[in-house]
């Protein structure tokens, strides 16, 4: 007889970290998920037990729903579950024999045969070993950051690094700022907001914002794709409230997006990494035109004379006219000036959803710095003047070095009365730890390929402004090269920089032993010796908390719904297998339960502390909905203080003020025309040359344009076939394979003699990806875009990319030479459509491998099968 539905509570945002978003309830049946919906706030606790809000502006009012909004992808991610790609069993490389031949040129090539978790594991221990002796601890880096499913107990990311260090250290991938990477390398300098350089004071500016602005420009920003991980669609509510209240709202993008196609009042396309120049024509517009707050830059900056002298061509020779911009830009002359003189008449906010883009492009540290320094030049912190990020609200807010902490100095919006946090029961990378020697993710392949290696900043996110003038180096002294690869992280083919190169640095004969694990074989994986099938978040006991949605802060159980698929096991429990193997088990645990560290997680949650809810009324509920701070409304606005009173409230800078000039730039890398001390337009350096304007733009003529995916979280979630299905994520070729999109503009398809529905190649001189033409005039001419993140399926590895993965073909160097962040947007592209039948041909294995034509790429097809 069939049983009951039961319905639990999950979290569903996929950043990898303890902090989590997207709270839903799952309904199980005899152990199988049926549905998955939203959390109703209200489902066990009365609204006036966690204080409904109101923002009250203009005779209109916003209140959050009654029930989270979550996003496509958590609603469907019964689908990733259950996928035909979830790895079921150990896998060993058919072709690498840890006592004999190891073939390294075949990774990402062979196929893999069945092994049990006994031998998987002595493997794994015995290489340990073996690499130790060898070499020492720090040949082996561990590859474990974030931006996986979202657990605590069970860790997607990290359990590794303690049993490393328990080992005596490991070289330790650190993560760049891939979020933020022109904030945090360029804006920083001029207004110092730690740690990750966007506007860090928040605090009420989204009811400032309704009350005072009179226009926001969402500059590379699309509200209604990109904070949907991270906590769901409120802020597509919010946007519509906007528009209600009258205020403008203008995008400037390359192409129409799904934020721009139901909000805009003006699209502004603009060709990508171009933003620079529009800013300087805007900034030359206002100077010239008597347009700007000079009392206001007088008592709030430093070095605008400076500045001004770039601007109007007196330091190069070259006025930042609105005809220069214009032609830089592909903008029209009278739209530069009608949105220059709309700015300055305006009381305006900027929007972004990290910053688009633009922040991860070539030299993205200028027009970082220049949106900056133009929304000083229009009186930063006054009435409706911010910058508004519509993502991961209070992310960072409680921040302390070294610690990343949630809080209030960077939500916006109404919020809680305690910041409910369960890192005490994390048992991965939160943990705070630094090895003996580190990388730079961006920079892994660069390492492996090209030893010794130097460069400026840790690169985590977390870190402090001077950290960017520290010089590190590789090996570090004392230190090993790097000959085995941990990982649980395997995502750096589809979502970094370089992605070719990386493929030729695991199949340097450098690297022994690649060990990956994961709970689905994609990207990474298939360059892994040996593979360790993980559970999913739906396949353990945990505890998590709900921080980043907007309506309501909650904790909760994150109870088991299903039995592990195969024989996978959570990433912790893979690391407790392997520290068994080591014989250091009981040290690795310190002898916590599972069960012992959720109750550990909720009792040093800040819950219990505040009197709010106890353990007992927890576990019978089975999720706490926090209060909303009842003094929410008398906290300060945003940068008011500083707008007010510049010199007893400075900015984290030297001066205490905005700095159009960065005497630290200038001091410390002197003579840099990458990152000069006044932000500037870099045409070409010795970096990069991806601007129509350079010598590879005449074989390479379109600029590429990748943004976050409409229906992934950077890799996650392309094989859930609901999703598939969308027009915009997927076009089924001639050879019903499901390529990624490739969005072209009609005038730009018709000179090649593509049409819709087309099997495109997208190439340049790092290699090719194949895509399906999306023809739409939602694209300005002169570019085309790919979303990243899509899978990889090499047809020749490190050539030819089936799958869509276009960071395969991205540029390999960081974003200028001193500053270390990675450029995989606004490069040079060309595109052509392919004979399918005729590849098939050309490459009959890679052709013929079984495929699922609902989901993609599926499990069987890594298996080795003789004859």
């Not at 035109?289 to 002298?309: I, P, R």
């Not at 027009?367 to 030049?377: K, Q």
Request: net charge neutral; proline share 7%.
């Amino acid at each position: 007889m069939p049983g009951k539905v039961k319905t639990v509570v999950k979290g569903l945002s996929f950043g990898g970290v303890t902090e989590d978003a997207n709270a839903g309830m799952v309904d199980i049946k005899d152990g199988k998920i049926i549905r998955i919906r939203p959390l109703h706030f209200d489902w066990k606790y009365k609204p006036e037990e966690f204080r409904p809000w109101k923002i009250e502006a203009r005779g209109s009012s916003f209140e959050p729903t009654m029930k989270t909004l979550l996003p496509p992808y958590a609603l469907a991610y019964k689908n990733r579950v259950y996928s035909p790609n979830r790895t079921m069993y150990p896998l060993k490389r058919v072709d690498w024999n840890p006592n004999g031949e190891r073939n390294p040129q075949n990774r990402g090539k062979s196929r893999y045969v069945r092994i049990s978790w006994d031998e998987a594991t002595d493997i794994v221990a015995s290489e340990i070993k073996r690499i130790h002796k060898k070499y020492g601890p720090t040949a082996i880096l561990a590859q474990a950051d974030g931006h996986g499913e979202t657990k605590t107990v069970h860790a997607a990311h990290g359990c590794c690094r303690r049993l490393l260090r328990l080992m005596g250290g490991y070289t330790w991938q650190t993560r760049n700022p891939d979020s933020w990477e022109g904030w945090y390398w360029g804006a920083k300098h001029v207004w110092g907001c730690e740690p990750v350089g966007k506007q860090r004071n928040n605090t009420n500016i989204v009811p400032d914002i309704a009350e005072h602005a009179e226009m926001i420009l969402f500059w590379g920003c699309d509200p209604e794709t990109t904070t949907w991980g991270w906590g769901g669609q409120t802020v597509s509510r919010l946007c519509y409230w906007f528009t209600e209240l009258g205020i403008k709202q203008i995008y400037i993008c390359p192409d129409l997006n799904y934020g721009a196609a139901v909000h805009a009042d003006k699209w502004i396309p603009i060709l990508p990494n171009t933003d620079a120049a529009l800013h300087l024509g805007i900034a030359y517009y206002w100077i010239t035109n008597d347009l700007y707050d000079k009392e206001y830059v007088a008592t709030h900056t430093v070095g605008f004379d400076q500045f001004k002298d770039y601007v109007l061509g007196k330091e190069d020779g070259i006025p930042k006219t609105l005809s220069w911009a214009s032609k830089k830009t592909g903008i029209p002359t009278r739209i530069i000036k009608v949105l220059a003189r709309e700015w300055a008449a305006k009381a305006t906010s900027i929007c972004h959803s990290n910053g688009g883009p633009g922040v991860r492009s070539p030299y993205s540290t200028e027009p970082c710095r220049l949106e900056v320094v133009l929304l000083g030049m229009q009186g930063l912190g006054k009435p409706g003047c911010h910058q508004l990020t519509m993502i991961e609200w209070g992310i960072f807010g409680g921040w302390n070095p070294p610690n990343w902490l949630i809080g209030d100095d960077t939500n916006p919006a109404p919020g809680p009365v305690v910041w409910p946090a369960v890192v005490a029961a994390n048992r991965g990378f939160t943990e705070p730890d630094m090895p003996q020697q580190i990388i730079p993710k961006l920079l892994i392949h660069e390492a492996i390929l090209n030893a010794p290696l130097t460069w400026y900043g840790n690169t985590q996110c977390r870190y402090l402004v001077e950290d960017q003038f520290v010089k590190y180096k590789y090996p570090a002294d004392g230190c090993s090269e790097v000959h085995m690869i941990w990982t649980d992280t395997p995502s750096w083919m589809s979502c970094w920089n370089g992605g070719n190169r990386m493929a030729d640095a695991f199949r340097s004969p450098q690297i022994e032993f690649v060990v990956a694990q994961h709970p689905w074989i994609e990207n990474d994986c298939e360059f892994a010796d040996i593979i360790l099938p993980a559970t999913t978040k739906f396949e353990t006991e945990d505890i998590g908390v709900d921080v980043f949605t907007a309506e309501y802060r909650t904790v909760f159980l994150d109870p088991k719904c299903t039995e592990p698929r195969g024989e996978s096991k959570s990433d912790y429990e893979i690391v407790c297998a392997i520290a068994e193997k080591l014989g250091i088990l009981e040290e690795y645990t310190m002898g916590e339960t599972e069960e012992g560290l959720i109750k550990k997680g909720f009792d040093t949650s800040g819950v219990p502390q505040a009197g709010l809810c106890d353990w007992k009324e927890f576990k019978e509920k089975g999720y706490y909905v926090i209060p909303t701070d009842p003094n929410w409304k008398k906290k300060d606005v945003g940068m008011r203080k500083f707008y007010e009173d510049p010199e007893n409230n400075p900015l984290r800078t030297p001066s205490g003020k905005l700095e159009y000039y960065s005497q630290r730039l200038a001091e410390h890398f002197p003579g840099d025309n990458e990152r000069p001390p006044v932000p500037h337009w870099i045409e070409k350096g010795e970096s990069h040359d991806e601007r129509l304007s350079g010598e590879r733009a005449k074989k390479y003529p379109l600029l590429i344009v990748s943004n976050h995916p409409r229906w992934r979280v950077h890799s996650q979630h392309d094989d859930m076939q609901w999703l598939r299905e969308m027009e915009t994520c997927k076009i089924v070729g001639p050879d019903g394979y499901a390529y990624q999109t490739m969005w072209i503009h009609p005038s730009e398809a018709a000179k090649r003699g593509i049409k819709h529905g087309d099997v495109v190649n997208v190439f340049n001189d790092r290699g090719g990806v194949l895509c399906g033409a999306y023809v739409t005039e939602r694209l300005m001419p002169g570019t085309v875009y790919v979303d990243h993140g899509a899978r990889y399926d090499p047809i020749v590895p490190g050539v030819l990319d089936r799958g869509g993965a276009i960071n395969t073909i991205t540029p390999h160097k960081p974003i200028s030479k001193n500053a270390t962040g990675m450029a995989v947007c606004g490069f040079l592209v060309d595109v052509e459509r392919v004979n399918v039948e005729e590849l098939k041909k050309k490459y009959p294995e890679a052709f013929n491998r079984p495929y699922n034509r609902a989901s993609g790429l599926c499990y069987e097809r890594m298996l080795y099968k003789e004859g």
